[in-house]
């Protein structure tokens, strides 16, 4: 099985742009995380998506969004970026049990993007 | 709030010896805790999920117990080995809590 794949791995934007990145999860996977994670503030939740629909959110401000496609693969977007926003972001793709728990994560390589 | 606390940031131990990471919650009862490794440039991997009716789970040297009294995991890796220096997270899945991690180094 092929594991879950993030591009780019690397950006480089400036203050005020927006950016784009992709997650394809593993196939069969329907819930895709995304995760913000800084050397300062750990892994940080932004969003879950599941059958195309947010169903979690994170304490993050309006610019950050995504958004689920119906093979499940998955988008966030960033708008009007700052310099706070370098980090590097993780994808998870995840199955879920029969109780709706969801099994173990697994996480792509991440991008990592550095805003200047 | 709600928190998951990795109290320890960094453990540095000797190779051989048992390694022990605490996992600390606070203000909730997670029904079940995941614990996983990170390399440096890398995503988190998966190791172990332990339930709350569950004491103990092992894999190999890998060894996590569950004690919903004082709101604790503690993770254990025996025999340590220099290639088992890397940050370890717990998390509770459900609400996609993660601890905050605990770099491991173990020095040959």
């Known amino acids: 099985k092929a594991g879950v794949t993030q591009t780019p791995r690397y950006l480089i934007k400036t203050r005020g742009q927006q950016v784009t990145l992709s997650c394809s999860p593993i196939?069969?996977?329907?819930?895709v995380s995304w995760y913000q994670q800084t050397p300062g503030q750990g892994l940080q939740f932004l969003f879950e998506?599941?059958?195309?629909?947010?169903?979690n959110k994170g304490n993050f401000p309006g610019r950050f969004s995504g958004r689920q496609f119906s093979n499940s693969r998955s988008e966030m977007n960033v708008s009007t970026l700052e310099l706070g926003d370098s980090a590097l972001y993780l994808c998870?793709?995840?199955?879920?049990?029969?109780?709706?728990?969801?099994?173990?994560?697994?996480f792509g390589p991440g991008t990592r993007l550095t805003v200047t | 709030s709600q928190k998951i606390e990795q109290n320890s940031e960094a453990l540095n131990i000797q190779e051989g010896k048992t390694a022990t990471l605490t996992c600390n919650y606070t203000n909730y009862s997670p029904a079940y805790l995941q614990w996983y490794r990170q390399d440096p440039g890398r995503g988190p991997v998966f190791l172990l999920l332990i339930r709350e009716n569950e004491k103990e789970k092992r894999k190999e040297r890998l060894k996590v117990t569950f004690d919903t009294t004082l709101k604790q995991s503690l993770f254990h890796i025996t025999a340590s080995q220099p290639a088992d220096s890397a940050t370890y997270l717990c998390a509770n899945n459900n609400d996609m809590r993660f601890g905050a991690g605990t770099r491991l180094t173990v020095k040959p």
């Open positions: 196939s069969g996977h329907r819930s």
């Open positions: 998870a793709s995840s199955s879920e049990g029969l109780a709706g728990e969801k099994d173990e994560q697994y």
């Open positions: 998506y599941f059958s195309e629909t947010q169903r």
